[in-house]
């Protein structure tokens, strides 16, 4: 309740925030989008809405745009170098692995998937919610080349960060957007637990039809 409490209110306690501690706002955005992608299990936070909101902060004049994107900007290249790495830890345990849980069949998908899609799948998963925690992680797993993942990734950051910061800059002042943040704000998280459990579901069809 605490959780979805601060995520209906998002801009009120972030307009809170920079009232309490002026600049210090550019730190807690570069931890919580650097968390969201970095660390697994804080994959809920609320990456989307508040990059959106940060644009809208720019608008009003709260937050310095420049600054504010290279902010963020740093903080998901940073977030996926750090979980691409992880990823490439436990792909190598597998890979070396003789145990019965080591998946390799699913390993060698993973990176046939990644050798096809993964640069439109690092330029896309950003915009969606877990994925873009996901995404990094696999491409580490599958040992995906360096130089492509950073080059994809990076483009993917960039698109995010640029498009969303644009949206909230232009587009937060219309009055329906103010009224709803609200709902915003919650069927953001909510697509990406739909495509998350849909991926589940679907990969567990698979196996029970083979």
Known sequence: MEILNLLSNLDGQIASFIALHGNLIYLLLFLIVFLEIGVFPLFFLPGNPLIFIAGSFCKLGALSLIPTVT????????????TYQIGKLFGDKISRSNSPWANKNALDKTRLFYAKYGTFTLMVSPFIAMVRTFAPLLAGVS???????????????????GILVSAGYFFSSISFVQEHMASIVLSGLAIGIGFVIYGFFRSKKLRITR
């Open 71 to 82: 902010t963020l900007i740093v903080a998901i290249i940073l977030g996926n170098l750090f």
């Open 143 to 161: 040992h995906m080349s360096y130089r492509q993942y950073l080059f994809s990734s990076t483009i993917g950051a960039i698109l995010w960060i």
